[in-house]
C-alpha cells in the first residue's frame, strides 16, 4: 500500500509537471485548450469551469493537453495549427522543460535540507590528501588541469583513475597550492579515492538552487553519455518500465524521503530527455514536423502528422507491454 500510494504520488507529479508546460504556455500563446487530462482511458472525474475540460482517468501512465486543431485544419484563429511555429515550438517544448524544472526543485529541496555537497574539503587523517599536504578549509580548483564547480566533477575526475598519479589545484588562503599524488583503489567499487570529503552547506537557498541546476546538468550529461555507450555497443540497455519505476519508487520511498525525491528527480530528467527524442508521438517528433514547415515554408497536412503520431502512440504501447512483461518477471516472480 505504501508503494502504490508513493507511486501515485510521483507518477501524478511527473505528469502534472509535464502537461502543465503545454497547458500554460499554451494559454500564454492564447491557443484553445479543450482538455487537461492526467492519465488516458476512461474518465474517473472531469469538471469544466470554462473552456478547458480538466479531467482524470484511469491509467496513470500519462497525461495529455488537447487543443484545439492540433490534428485536423480549422479556421479557428485561436487554433494550435493556426499559431506561429514560435508559438507551437514553445508549447511543445514547454512540456519537457518543466521536466527539467521539476528535477532543479526537487534537488533543490534535498539540497536545502540535507546540505550542499561543496568544493570545499574537509581532509581524512593519514590518507593520500592528508599525506600530500592537503589541509581542512582547502577548496579543490582544478583536477588535473580541469576546473571543477561541483563536488559531483571533483568525484567524477578522482573515481576515473584508480591507483594513478593526479595533480590537484586548490585555493587556501587567497593562494593557489599544486598538489600531485596517486589515488588510492576503493576495494568495493574499484574507483579512485584520495581520502577527502566535502563540507556541506545547509539551509541555503541560492547554493540549493543553484546545486539544483548543475546536478540536473551533470545527471542529463551522464544520461546521454550511457545512451551512447549502448548505441556504440559497449555496455547492455537495461530498459525499466512502469512497473519497475514502482518497484524501485517503493524501495527508495522506504529508505527515505530524500531517496524519493532524488529518484523521482532522475525519472523526471530521464522523461524530459526521452520527450525530445524525434519519435512519433513524443514531443521531439512534433518539434521535428514543425522544423520541416519551417524550412518547407509549409506545414505537412494534420491529417498525416496525426496518422504518424498515431502510429507512433500503437508502437510505443506494444513496446511498454513487452517491457511490462519483463518487469513482471523481474521485479515480482523473481
Request: no cysteine.
Amino acid at each position: 500500500m505504501y508503494t502504490l500510494l508513493a507511486s501515485v504520488i510521483v507518477f501524478g507529479m511527473l505528469i502534472f509537471f509535464h502537461e502543465f508546460g503545454h497547458f500554460i504556455l499554451a494559454k500564454v500563446a492564447d491557443i484553445k485548450v479543450k482538455e487537461f487530462s492526467l492519465g488516458f482511458g476512461p474518465q474517473l472525474f472531469k469538471i469544466k469551469p470554462g473552456e478547458t475540460e480538466y479531467s482524470i482517468r484511469l491509467l496513470p501512465l500519462g497525461g495529455f493537453v488537447k487543443m484545439e486543431g492540433e490534428d485536423a485544419k480549422t479556421a479557428d484563429p485561436r487554433a494550435f495549427n493556426n499559431k506561429p511555429i514560435i508559438s507551437r515550438l514553445g508549447v511543445i517544448f514547454a512540456g519537457p522543460a518543466m521536466n527539467f524544472v521539476l528535477a532543479v526543485i526537487l534537488i533543490a529541496l534535498i539540497s536545502f535540507f540535507a546540505g550542499v555537497a561543496t568544493t570545499r574539503i574537509s581532509v581524512i587523517p593519514g590518507e593520500p590528501a592528508d599525506n600530500a599536504g592537503m589541509k581542512n578549509g582547502d577548496i579543490v580548483y582544478s583536477i588535473d588541469g580541469q576546473k571543477v564547480t561541483s563536488w559531483d566533477e571533483v568525484v567524477n575526475l578522482i573515481s576515473q583513475k584508480p591507483g594513478q598519479n593526479i595533480s590537484i589545484v586548490v585555493l587556501r588562503d587567497g593562494k593557489m597550492l599544486d598538489f600531485n599524488l596517486k589515488t588510492e583503489i576503493e576495494q568495493s567499487t574499484q574507483r579512485g579515492i584520495i581520502g577527502i570529503k566535502s563540507h556541506l552547506v545547509k539551509y541555503s537557498a541560492v547554493e540549493s538552487i543553484k546545486s539544483g541546476v548543475q546536478r540536473t546538468i551533470w545527471i542529463s550529461k551522464m544520461i546521454m553519455e550511457g545512451l551512447f555507450q549502448i548505441f556504440k555497443g559497449k555496455t547492455r540497455a537495461d530498459v525499466v518500465g512502469p512497473i519497475g519505476i514502482v518497484h524501485m519508487v517503493g524501495e527508495a520511498a522506504r529508505v527515505g524521503i530524500f531517496n524519493l525525491l532524488y529518484l523521482s528527480a532522475i525519472i523526471s530528467i530521464n522523461l524530459g530527455l526521452f520527450n525530445l527524442f524525434p519519435i512519433p508521438a513524443l514531443d521531439g517528433s512534433r518539434i521535428f514536423f514543425l522544423i520541416i514547415e519551417f524550412f518547407r515554408g509549409k506545414p505537412i497536412e494534420p491529417e498525416k502528422e496525426g496518422f504518424i503520431h498515431f502510429i507512433g502512440f500503437t508502437l510505443l504501447m506494444i513496446l511498454m507491454i513487452i517491457i511490462a512483461y519483463k518487469d513482471i518477471m523481474r521485479f515480482i516472480f523473481f
